[in-house]
């Protein structure tokens, strides 16, 4: 049957769709023969760093039994997040850097998962294990993955070993990564092109908390004033989703990539615990979230506690 | 809290006793404040291999939580293999060469699982990714791991990495791996010590195939015939355990370590699956099974394709 298909996660981020195809450039210069798929399409920011390396955007697939028995994740583990069919298929490899959950298999694999900020990290030091130099338009999507991973090295995920990458991986691709970094976040912050639709559910992740159901999106801006002009939109369109889903909260979150901070919407009948979250006052359902940028790091965990204590 | 309490699964083999003392090894000189730990008395075999090298066998628990808040797991994953409390800790790093099953975490950990034949071959390439010498008795315990694992490089399961890790830390623990591994295989062959109901219990597990309840325990010997002496007090404690449980099937694996054959006995009602699995005739309960000496490769997927298909 057909090549081994390396992929990432639904929704597909600059991480998870660079990390599929750098570790398909290393695994096919090991001998394997596997392609690089994605199981959506690019946004705009991964689409400004395909462009820039001159690297096309893998083939989009949803389903993979019926055209491979073997495959290979990185950037995920949980099913939920990967192919409708994962469940029929073998997981070769997974290449990591998240939690494990809602993953099991029938024999024994090659699991590298690391607590660091950005899969291609981890990347980097499998080329280097297996002494594959990298090739520079990989490079250069590998530190577009670091940057979109640590939000220009900002983000509490971000650890030296992702800096010490990224460093590196800038002088194989031969740009200054603070200069590329900052273009390329902001063709992923130009929201222009978004409906209202689009922009809530752009990256939107829902989640249980002390029983309640909490959705949580985040969308990066160069001006959160160009996306909060639209507050009215914003909210109508957040309301409808929340009525849908019978949600307690809808937190709706501007990260500033700028100034590295956030302003946070905050909809629906547990919007107070936002207040109590980050001691802060919502005034016509918004709040400055000081040196917030992190929604793994420092909004989940902190809305989890303020849940579980109420 | 206390030190970050490492160590293997239930029932220790040698593996997992020498993995947890060698990671410890590695992981305190890395200046992580550690212990090593067993969830169980160590077995003949890992006895003779800790009194060889000179090393004290690890201090025995059954729960962790009373004394520590960080664990790391070496050669298992699957909670029901571990500590009975494992899931009031965090786990801050896993080491392992089996399939991943019953296995959840919180955040992002350090997770290396390899398919390879023995934790040890994965350690020893963790001293050199992070430039640590491996010390003479320790390389001396990990050799010891992987000629258990393999049978001497005898098993399926024994990979090109595995004879090569083998071969490297022989060196360094000036012994010859062959002739010491021998010693080491009889020291852990010798039963005369046990009674039946050890001997039974010694190393067994119990498995469900297709909705049968099947049991297979395994037991390595220099002389079958040994054991095989004591045939008619083995045959009346396993009939003893197939009433208890309700078992399909119980089969007792005599492995002999010289020439790399298994004898089996077949107890209960599905007995004769066994027939059909390895195309033998069981007389008296007892048929050989001509270069089978892996549980994990050669048994429980051949005994389940068996089931499946009647």
């Given at each position: 049957?057909?090549?081994?298909?390396?992929?990432?996660?639904?929704?597909?981020?600059?991480?998870?769709?660079?990390?599929?195809?750098?570790?398909?450039?290393?695994?096919?210069?090991?001998?394997?023969?596997?392609?690089?798929?994605?199981?959506?399409?690019?946004?705009?920011?991964?689409?400004?760093?395909?462009?820039?390396?001159?690297?096309?955007?893998?083939?989009?697939?949803?389903?993979?039994?019926?055209?491979?028995?073997?495959?290979?994740?990185?950037?995920?583990?949980?099913?939920?997040?990967?192919?409708?069919?994962?469940?029929?298929?073998?997981?070769?490899?997974?290449?990591?850097?998240?939690?494990?959950?809602?993953?099991?298999?029938?024999?024994?694999?090659?699991?590298?998962?690391?607590?660091?900020?950005?899969?291609?990290?981890?990347?980097?030091?499998?080329?280097?294990?297996?002494?594959?130099?990298?090739?520079?338009?990989?490079?250069?999507?590998?530190?577009?993955?670091?940057?979109?991973?640590?939000?220009?090295?900002?983000?509490?995920?971000?650890?030296?070993?992702?800096?010490?990458?990224?460093?590196?991986?800038?002088?194989?691709?031969?740009?200054?990564?603070?200069?590329?970094?900052?273009?390329?976040?902001?063709?992923?912050?130009?929201?222009?092109?978004?409906?209202?639709?689009?922009?809530?559910?752009?990256?939107?992740?829902?989640?249980?908390m002390?029983?309640a159901k909490v959705e949580i999106?985040?969308?990066?801006?160069?001006?959160?004033?160009?996306?909060?002009?639209?507050?009215?939109?914003?909210e109508?369109?957040i309301n409808?989703i929340i009525e849908?889903k019978g949600l307690d909260l809808f937190l709706f979150?501007?990260?500033?990539?700028?100034?590295?901070?956030?302003?946070?919407l905050a909809f629906g009948k547990d919007a107070s615990l936002v207040?109590?979250?980050?001691?802060?006052?919502l005034?016509?359902s918004?709040?400055?979230?000081?040196?917030?940028?992190?929604?793994?790091?420092?909004?989940?965990?902190?809305?989890?506690?303020?849940?579980?204590?109420?």
């Open positions: 049957m057909g090549n081994v298909l390396i992929f990432g996660h639904k929704n597909p981020d600059t991480d998870t769709i660079c990390s599929a195809i750098a570790y398909a450039d290393l695994k096919s210069k090991l001998g394997l023969k596997v392609e690089a798929v994605a199981l959506g399409e690019a946004n705009n920011e991964t689409k400004f760093a395909l462009e820039r390396f001159g690297v096309a955007a893998p083939r989009i697939v949803t389903t993979v039994a019926s055209e491979t028995n073997e495959v290979i994740l990185v950037d995920h583990n949980e099913r939920q997040q990967s192919a409708e069919d994962i469940d029929q298929v073998t997981v070769l490899e997974v290449i990591d850097h998240h939690r494990i959950a809602n993953f099991e298999t029938k024999g024994p694999l090659y699991f590298r998962a690391e607590p660091v900020g950005c899969t291609a990290t981890i990347l980097l030091k499998l080329y280097k294990e297996n002494n594959v130099e990298v090739p520079a338009n990989i490079a250069g999507l590998m530190l577009s993955a670091i940057i979109s991973d640590s939000l220009l090295f900002k983000s509490p995920t971000c650890t030296a070993q992702d800096v010490a990458a990224a460093k590196e991986l800038a002088v194989i691709a031969g740009v200054d990564a603070e200069e590329y970094g900052l273009d390329m976040l902001k063709a992923g912050a130009n929201l222009s092109d978004k409906t209202i639709e689009q922009l809530v559910n752009l990256d939107s992740k829902e989640f249980e002390n029983g999106a985040q969308v990066n801006a160069v001006d959160v004033n160009d996306v909060l002009a639209r507050r009215i939109e914003i109508n369109a409808i849908k979150v501007v990260t500033d990539i700028l100034n590295n901070d956030s302003v946070g207040e109590k979250a980050y001691n802060v006052k005034e016509d918004k709040a400055v979230l000081k040196g917030v940028v992190s929604r793994k790091a420092q909004i989940v965990p902190v809305l989890t506690d303020t849940f579980n204590q109420r």
